[in-house]
C-alpha cells in the first residue's frame, strides 16, 4: 500500500540570487510537499516497517521519540493506515500534550511516558517490553526508524537523485537515512550529513557500522551549525529561515533543514564548493513541528 504520491516530490532550483552562483546548479527535493502528516524522510523509514508487521501478522507498532517528533506523528498516522494498533513511548512527563502529541492520539496512538532516565535507556535491547506488556503481537521500530527495514526504505529514495549531482546534502538525526542513501547512491556522489545536534560525532562510528562494502567513502558529517543543541534556535535562525522562504519560496523546519541550509549558505560563503559542484538538498519535512515557533515565521 502506498499512502503517499511520490510524484508530488519534485525537485525545486533554488533561486540564483541566494547562492550567487557559487555551484552549477542548487536544487532541493522537495519530500516536505509528499504528504502533509507522513512529510519528508519517515514514510520511506517507515514503509517496509509497515509491509514486514502486515505480511507477518504483527498487530501492534511500539515505537517511541519526544513531544515533538516527527517519527511518532508518522507513525501513528502509517499505522492506522495499515490496520495496525500503535504505542508511541514518549520521553518526559507532559501537564497538557503537545500540538504533535495530540495529533498522535488523534490518529489511534496510545501514548506511555517515561521519565528522561529511563528514556535514556531505549536502545538496550527489550526495554520497549516493561511498559507494553498489555499488548499482544508488537513490533517494535526504534527511534527514527533505526533499523534493517528503516535503512531500506531510506535507500529508496535514491531514485529520486540523478547521477549529475556532485553533491547530495541531508540533514541527521538518527543517521537512518544517510545509511540508506550512502548505500544506494553511486559511490562517487559526495554525501554530505549536517548535524543538528552538539556532539554528533558519536554518529560517525554509528553510520560506519551499516555501510556496505565498497560504499563507506565519500561521506561526511558537519555538525558546525547545531545553533546550541538539538531544537535550540535564536533570532539569527529565525531571519534565516523567513529569508530562505522569501527568496526561494520554500518553508523550512526549525529541527534539522534549517540549520542545513544555513550551514550550506556558510560553506557557500566560504568557497567550500567548487563553480562547477552540482548540489542537490533534500528537504526531509518536518514542518509540523513548526507550530513551536509559528509566531515567529512569515509563513505556516
Ligand atoms: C527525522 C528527520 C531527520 C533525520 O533523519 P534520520 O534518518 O533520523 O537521520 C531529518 N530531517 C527531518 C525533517 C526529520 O524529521
Not at 518526559?92 to 498522535?104: F, N, S
Not at 535514556?120 to 499482544?136: I, K, Y
Not at 521500530?141 to 526504505?153: C, D, Q, S
Amino acid at each position: 500500500m502506498d499512502i503517499i504520491d511520490e510524484r508530488l516530490a519534485v525537485i525545486q532550483p533554488l533561486n540564483k540570487f541566494w547562492y550567487q552562483k557559487k555551484v552549477a546548479a542548487l536544487d532541493m527535493l522537495r519530500l516536505d510537499q509528499i504528504h502533509p502528516v507522513v512529510s519528508g524522510n519517515k514514510w520511506f523509514k517507515l514503509r517496509l516497517n509497515m509491509k514486514y508487521a502486515t505480511e507477518h501478522n504483527f498487530k501492534t507498532i511500539v515505537t517511541s521519540g519526544g513531544g515533538y517528533s516527527n517519527h511518532l506523528i508518522a507513525t501513528a498516522f502509517t499505522s492506522r493506515k495499515f490496520g495496525l494498533a500503535s504505542v508511541g513511548i514518549v520521553r518526559g512527563k507532559y501537564d497538557r500534550l503537545t500540538p504533535t502529541l495530540q495529533a498522535c492520539r488523534n490518529e489511534g496512538m496510545e501514548l506511555i511516558f517515561v521519565t528522561k532516565e529511563d528514556y535514556t535507556n531505549r536502545n538496550e535491547p527489550g526495554w520497549a517490553n516493561e511498559f507494553v506488556r498489555h499488548f499482544d503481537e508488537i513490533l517494535f521500530v526504534p527511534e527514527g526508524g533505526a533499523n534493517e527495514w528503516g535503512r531500506a526504505g531510506a535507500g529508496l529514495l535514491s531514485r529520486f537523485v540523478s547521477d549529475d549531482y556532485t553533491h547530495v546534502l541531508i540533514a541527521v538525526g538518527s543517521g537512518t537515512t544517510l545509511i540508506g542513501l550512502r548505500n544506494s547512491l553511486p559511490a562517487e556522489q559526495q554525501l554530505f550529513g549536517f548535524v543538528p545536534m552538539k556532539e554528533g560525532a558519536y554518529l560517525q562510528n554509528y553510520i560506519g557500522t551499516h555501510l556496505h562494502e565498497g560504499k563507506a567513502k565519500n561521506w561526511q558529517l558537519i555538525d558546525d551549525y547545531h545553533f546550541g543543541g538539538f531544537g535550540k534556535w535564536n533570532q539569527e535562525l529565525i531571519r534565516f529561515m523567513n529569508d530562505f522562504y522569501t527568496e526561494n519560496k520554500i518553508p523550512l523546519d526549525i529541527v534539522y533543514t534549517s540549520k542545513m541550509m544555513y550551514g550550506l549558505q556558510q560553506l557557500l560563503q566560504n568557497n567550500d564548493f567548487s563553480v562547477s559542484d552540482r548540489i542537490l538538498c533534500i528537504h526531509s519535512g518536518g514542518l509540523q513541528g513548526n507550530i513551536s515557533v509559528q509566531n515567529e515565521l512569515v509563513y505556516n
